[in-house]
């Protein structure tokens, strides 16, 4: 069974920094794509950071780049989302999320961690 | 980067047929996925690609695509259909985007 589990929200000040992980399990981690998506609280969803599964490609929603970094372990089944500059915007659960069934499919999602800006 | 519009909200009687659309500049190029999310849980994935559905998805859900317009079918729609449902896709530059989304009220 495949398994994603988000840990790393919490509360913090605008302008600091968070780093949030995925476990994931039940699946051959270093085959697939992942991304992170979060929803704003009562908002959408909304795509934030994508990395290819060998680490070579990396994109980013408009909003976080150059604040945001995504990166992965394959030897530790572990995705990661350093996040610094932080805003009242950046509120939210952000879900880990596997790309399967082909590009941009999400397919599997974990539970979420909720990050929360605030002063 | 791309956007993706959907109606904000649409209402079907139980055991009628809604669809909900996703319309978009980059779905002339990209296929685009469907979730359902319920209130307090995670996404699921109901479509992706032409019109396929994974294991586990019940037959009543279907996918179409015309032009820049991507639409999700509930046939014979079910009290647990009641729900929010976003579109997907990605644009040229590999970002990937989501629809406004859509809020399903079965009536």
Redesign the interface.
């Known amino acids: 069974e495949v398994q994603l589990v988000e840990s790393g929200g919490g509360l913090v000040q605008p302008g600091g920094s968070l780093r949030l992980s995925c476990a994931a399990s039940g699946f051959i981690f270093s085959s697939h794509s992942m991304?992170w998506?979060r929803q704003a609280p009562g908002k959408?969803?909304?795509?934030v950071s994508?990395i290819s599964s060998n680490t070579y490609?990396m994109?980013?929603?408009?909003s976080v780049k150059g604040r945001f970094t995504i990166s992965r372990d394959n030897v530790k089944n572990s995705l990661y989302l350093q996040m610094s500059s932080l805003r009242d915007e950046d509120t939210g659960v952000y879900?880990c999320v596997r790309e399967g069934?082909?590009?941009?499919?999400?397919?599997s999602?974990?539970?979420?961690t909720l990050v929360t800006v605030s002063s | 980067s791309s956007e993706l519009t959907q109606d904000p909200a649409v209402s079907v009687a139980l055991g009628q047929t809604v669809r909900i659309t996703c319309q978009g500049d980059s779905l002339r190029t990209y296929y685009s996925s469907w979730y359902q999310q319920k209130p307090g849980q995670a996404p699921v994935l109901l479509i992706y690609g032409k019109n396929n559905r994974p294991s586990g998805i019940p037959d009543r859900f279907s996918g179409s695509s015309s032009g820049t317009t991507a639409s999700l079918t509930i046939t014979g729609a079910q009290a647990e259909d009641e729900a929010d449902y976003y579109c997907n896709s990605r644009d040229s530059s590999g970002a990937r985007v989501f629809g406004t989304g859509t809020k399903v009220t079965v009536l």
């Open positions: 991304s998506v959408g969803l909304e795509w994508y490609t994109y980013y929603e408009d879900y069934y082909g590009d941009y499919v999400f397919d999602w974990g539970q979420g």
